[in-house]
């Protein structure tokens, strides 16, 4: 090829071994054709990228023949894909346009770029938040109609976050929310597990560097030890599988610190105390007809040497999941009286658990429970929902939850997202059912509509001619399909109301000489802050809107002050109290000291990474950037994130909470008190101590002046003899 002068030769050649990586990388069906087709999309990407760098410096074509080796090596997909992939950025950085894609490689890799292209240029009534929900929202339209789309997506994103470094800190704590929210639970439901890891592990590292090299370190000390302590474990399993005919490949694997750190923050846990650290896979060689009775057969011999842990054995083998998932789970206690993690599985569960979606497809050619998602997925982008944040919102309720199965009296097993109620499940099976559940007999127990299922659960749901879809409701669903069923529901019970509604209306405008008219009927609705005229007539046949509440509304267009309150309930929030020894900085401010909140959600003090958020007309909001509320708002308003740095001063004090577990003898609580009084001289702010058998739990809640102070007294508390494990708590308890 013949580049542009714009390359140096050095950067030619590297750009040439890259691309010889891609094809070798490439192992899916291909011809002659198919390779002259990715090498014509390579060389029109380095063309219409030819004057672009990224932030580290180099060509910006790098980037995309990254994307295409991501896309062919780690998820397997074949020529449309890689070619989408060097194309992806064509449309929305440079002056070709989709057409010019679609004559030059064809509709389909232009539909995947298509669908790949941000959306510039359009006002969402100047809402941060709803442009990016937008372009979520386009994305996943796009992965409804071609799965291509989000799973490029996904490599485009995976190497963005590989090379994050060169970005600044704002944007890097911007990019990982983004990544953490969205993109990471995309990857699992997908069966991405191998990318999903690695992107969740990369936005730990990036919004929580404190924590990602505390793992790390703590990894480093314990590896040695822990794979030599497997292997011993293994020894007797390997030989006995290899007598009886079982080809299997046993492997030791290491958690990621991510999966890691979320086990120990959920369970208040130290890394020693995480029995799955580190796992073992069992990989077994065998024909596809077979795969259940040797995974089966595996279990067994592990019994012979080993006692199981009954409760926490996961059978993902009866129960696949919804992404094709396939595993048993089970966990032994070995001979150094530790519990250890294994995993058994076949060679074809073990692309698909790697390689997601496209093995899956591969192998399962029927209707399976991946095609019954995606047709979720259709249906939620067909729902009609009023907002992109309100679709956003029921898309990550919907699919990105874990899953359970239950079942109907007749035995058909129905998976649903966890948490789901059996109101839930009663829309599921038809609107009308759902209008008119009283409850249902769980197990044959009987239960309240709000009754949460769990997995195995099998549900009878029982019906009443009197009973009546209601706004209350609501309150007891979590799935957007019962929600827009419920809403429909509500809507037609509504409409029996209209004549009857709109009778009484017509009779309230000739009382005060105001047209009967579709304007004025408007009008009201707007001001009652009402969806429609069928919710008007329904409020008004019922009474709950009189004469008395209309008649104001045409008098110098006062909105009576209790129309509304008879409706609505209102909730009222919190204010949080500021600090003055923050020093924040925004880039197109010039004002150094900003007025801002500590927020109560994680309570940073001086010492802690922290992150601000600006809003238009609010206080600066000052977070730990690991906090899930921080994360959240990161990931919605990533322009509003502005710098912040703590300004050290021994004037101000922050109020910690800590966690204190230990043995419940006298002279726990004196020995607490001396070493939280005396020594530190702290400033107690409440103490809460309860024992429980021979345990005690306390709560301390004082003032400190920053994160080594707090480091300080956690040291000393843990050195104390009656105590067993000294935890900080994210939120401070009223003790």
């Not at 009023?386 to 898309?395: D, K, P, T, V, W």
């Amino acid at each position: 090829m013949n580049y542009p002068d714009t390359y140096s030769k050095e950067e030619q050649e590297q750009m040439n071994k890259q691309f010889e990586v891609l094809l070798e990388s490439w192992t899916s069906e291909k011809n002659e054709h198919d390779i002259e087709l990715v090498r014509k999309a390579y060389e029109f990407a380095a063309l219409a990228h030819k004057d672009a760098r990224r932030k580290s410096g180099e060509p910006y074509i790098f980037h995309p023949i990254a994307v295409a080796i991501i896309v062919a090596k780690e998820i397997g997909m074949g020529t449309t894909s890689i070619v989408s992939a060097l194309l992806h950025d064509v449309v929305e950085d440079t002056e070709y346009t989709e057409e010019y894609i679609s004559d030059e490689f064809g509709p389909k890799v232009a539909r995947v770029v298509k669908g790949l292209t941000k959306l510039e240029g359009i006002d969402f009534q100047n809402s941060i938040e709803s442009i990016q929900a937008e372009n979520y929202r386009k994305i996943v339209n796009a992965m409804s109609d071609d799965i291509r789309v989000i799973l490029v997506k996904l490599a485009d994103r995976l190497h963005n976050m590989r090379t994050l470094e060169s970005m600044p800190h704002h944007k890097q704590l911007k990019i990982a929310s983004e990544t953490l929210s969205f993109y990471a639970p995309l990857a699992y439901r997908l069966g991405l597990y191998d990318i999903k890891m690695e992107l969740e592990n990369l936005c730990l590292k990036y919004i929580n560097p404190q924590v990602y090299e505390s793992v790390s370190k703590q990894l480093d000390e314990i590896r040695e030890s822990k794979k030599a302590e497997l292997e011993e474990f293994a020894r007797p399993v390997k030989a006995e599988l290899e007598k009886i005919g079982v080809k299997a490949d046993i492997q030791i694997l290491e958690r990621s610190q991510s999966g890691i750190w979320e086990r120990m923050h959920k369970y208040e846990l130290s890394l020693n105390e995480i029995y799955d650290v580190f796992v073992l896979r069992i990989v077994i060689d065998c024909p596809l007809e077979l795969e259940k009775i040797q995974c089966w057969q595996t279990f067994g011999i592990l019994t012979m040497f080993y006692r199981p842990n009954n409760a926490r054995l996961r059978d993902w083998l009866s129960f696949p999941k919804t992404n094709g998932y396939e595993s048993i789970h089970a966990v032994f206690m070995s001979q150094q009286g530790n519990w250890i993690e294994t995993q058994i599985r076949t060679q074809k569960m073990d692309i698909i658990a790697r390689r997601g979606v496209m093995a899956y497809l591969k192998y399962k050619n029927d209707n399976n429970s991946l095609m019954s998602w995606l047709d979720n997925v259709k249906n939620l982008t067909n729902s009609g929902d009023s907002s992109a944040i309100e679709f956003l919102n029921s898309f990550k309720l919907d699919l990105f939850n874990d899953e359970i199965f239950v079942f109907t009296p007749k035995g058909e097993m129905k998976n649903m997202p966890k948490g789901s109620t059996v109101l839930d499940f009663a829309y599921m099976i038809h609107s009308e059912i759902g209008n008119h559940c009283i409850g249902a007999n769980v197990n044959k127990k009987l239960v309240q509509m709000d009754y949460v299922l769990t997995m195995g659960d099998q549900v009878e749901v029982i019906t009443s001619d009197f009973q009546v879809p209601q706004e209350k409701s609501f309150g007891y669903l979590v799935t957007s399909l019962a929600k827009s069923r419920l809403k429909n529901g509500i809507k037609d019970y509504r409409r029996t109301f209209k004549e009857k509604g709109k009778s009484r209306l017509e009779e309230f405008f000739k009382s005060y000489n105001v047209d009967f008219s579709r304007q004025n009927i408007n009008y009201i609705v707007e001001k009652v802050g009402l969806a429609g005229r069928i919710d008007l007539y329904y409020y008004v046949a019922l009474g709950k809107i009189t004469r008395e509440d209309i008649e104001p509304l045409f008098n110098n267009g006062r909105r009576s002050s209790n129309v509304l309150l008879k409706i609505l309930t209102f909730g009222l929030a919190g204010s949080t109290a500021k600090e003055d020894n923050m020093n924040a900085e925004g880039e197109n401010n010039e004002r150094n000291e900003l007025d801002y909140t500590i927020s109560t959600c994680c309570n940073p003090i001086p010492g802690d990474d922290v992150v601000a958020i600006s809003f238009p007309n609010q206080p600066l909001q000052i977070h730990r950037p690991d906090c899930p509320k921080a994360i959240s708002l990161m990931s919605r308003y990533g322009k509003n994130i502005v710098k912040a740095k703590w300004k050290f001063s021994e004037d101000i004090a922050f109020m910690a909470t800590l966690k204190i577990t230990g043995v419940n003898k006298k002279g726990f609580g004196s020995s607490l008190f001396t070493a939280l009084n005396e020594k530190f001289e702290l400033d107690l702010h409440s103490v809460k101590i309860l024992g429980e058998g021979g345990m005690v739990n306390a709560v301390v809640c004082f003032y400190v002046n920053n994160v080594k102070q707090l480091d300080a007294v956690i040291g000393e508390l843990r050195k104390m003899p009656l105590v067993n494990k000294v935890t900080r708590m994210e939120r401070n308890v009223e003790c």
